[in-house]
Structures are given as C-alpha cells and as structure tokens.
C-alpha cells in the first residue's frame, strides 16, 4: 500500500507507523507512507489553517487554500491517486473495503479533517469520503491509522505468517472464535479438547462452530450477510437447537 497523508499532526501517526506490524511492513516496503503537515502549505505570517464560518456558528472551519496546495504539490509527480477524506459524513468503513484497498493499485491521499468541518469545495479534490464508524473523533488522524492498519495486515508478508490472515476469522465474515494458549488448566479452567487434540480437522471444526456462536450471539446481523456453507448451516441448526433446550 502506498499512501500520502496530509494532516496538522504528522506526529500522531508516526509513533503508529513506528510500532510493530506497520513498522516491519515499512521496513519491507510492502507499505509506503509520506506524511505532510498541512500547515507548511498556509499561507501568511501564521500559517493559518482555519477560520471562522461564513453564515456565523460556533468553531472554526478547514481553509480550503492549504489544502488544494498539498494535493496540488503531491500530485506533481504525475502518480494515479486515489484521494480519501477522513469525515464521519464518510461511507462506513469495514473489512471488504479494506480487501478492495489492498488490491487497489493507485497510491491513496488521505486528507484528515480537524475543527468542526472542511471547506466544502475541498469535496471537489476527493474521490470516496470514509467514516470509521457512527461517532465523532476530534480528527481525521486516527481514521487514516485504520484505515491503513487494516489494509497492511491483508498485504502477503506483511504479518510474517502467511496463515495469519486466513485464519483471522473476519476474512470468513464472522467474529473471531476463542483462542488459549499454556497452561492447559489456569485456576480451574480448562481448555477445550479439540484443540489439544492435535487432529486438524476437529480443531478447524471447534473453531468455526465458536465463530459461528459467538456472531450468532453477539452481531446476527454479520450472519445474514456471510455466504454460509451446508455444513454452517448444519451447525448453526445444531446450536439453536442445543441452546433451545
Ligand atoms: N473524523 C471525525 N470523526 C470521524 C469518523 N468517525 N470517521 C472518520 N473521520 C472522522
């Protein structure tokens, strides 16, 4: 993945971009993240980034100026660019738009928006505007992490175990099943059988019947949307039944 983010806080996102799998992708090339402070292209004494809105209100708002001047400037080397603006007016974010971003060819431009609001002819430079959710975060920084940090883990090699990503039980669309690790008692709780069975296929059994459970329980909602097999089908019958009784 490659990217360009223009924000007032580049910081935020370095001390991320420096920690474990983002900083080993980085490390591998496998991710490629300029960061570029919005305030070096304001203009003026101050470098001003913001002001007060047209039609009066409270807060301050995104000049428009700073930020045509970043996406102009970046966009002098003549690389296709696929321009995101991090709003929470954005299309909600989830795991198939960050497969459909890992296979995305073009390199991304993420515009983080602060203040109560952007300009809104900054619209006019954007291509898809992404939310990460039904909330309002004091800026568009921690978004672009998302983002980014859910795209880098489905790029081969980027976790380093290959197998990783397939079994993260989101790429089957469900909430993840229960792990354990040693010891195999911890004060009076056990882990479960199969997975100490050593026998594969009852481990991949054990695991997708808890996914399937726990989604069932916790988000149905993901279980209407997930192309369930005959044997889903078959195990999910068996836990409605075996909870009904
Ligand atoms: N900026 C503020 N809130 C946001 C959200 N929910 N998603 C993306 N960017 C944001």
Redesign the pocket.
């Known amino acids: 993945m490659k990217c360009d983010v223009l924000t007032l806080f580049p910081d935020i996102l370095t001390a991320y971009l420096n920690e474990s799998i983002l900083k080993r992708a980085r490390d591998k090339n496998l991710l490629d993240v300029k960061l570029y402070n919005i305030r070096d292209f304001a203009s003026g004494p101050h470098r001003t980034v913001d002001d007060s809105p047209y039609g009066g209100g409270s807060g301050m708002v995104f000049k428009p100026e700073p930020v045509f001047r970043a996406v102009d400037f970046i966009k002098e080397d003549g690389e296709l660019r696929k321009v995101i603006?991090?709003?929470?007016q954005?299309k909600p974010?989830n795991q198939s738009m960050a497969e459909a971003y890992s296979r995305e060819k073009k390199r991304f431009v993420f515009i983080?928006?602060r203040y109560e609001g952007i300009d809104e002819r900054v619209k006019t430079l954007v291509d898809e505007e992404?939310?990460?959710?039904?909330?309002?975060?004091?800026?568009?920084e921690?978004?672009?992490l998302?983002i980014i940090d859910a795209v880098t883990r489905l790029i081969p090699g980027a976790l380093g175990d290959e197998k990783s990503v397939e079994d993260e039980s989101f790429s089957w669309g469900l909430l993840d099943y229960p792990h354990y690790t040693r010891p195999r008692e911890f004060r009076g709780m056990q882990v479960p059988e199969a997975l100490v069975s050593g026998n594969h296929k009852e481990i991949w059994l054990w695991r997708r019947r808890e996914a399937l459970r726990k989604t069932l329980k916790k988000r149905p909602d993901l279980i209407e949307k997930v192309e369930l097999t005959d044997l889903d089908k078959k195990i999910l019958s068996e836990i409605k039944a075996s909870e009904d009784a």
């Open positions: 603006l991090l709003s929470p954005g974010y983080c928006g992404v939310s990460i959710g039904d909330y309002v975060i004091t800026g568009g921690l978004a672009a998302v």
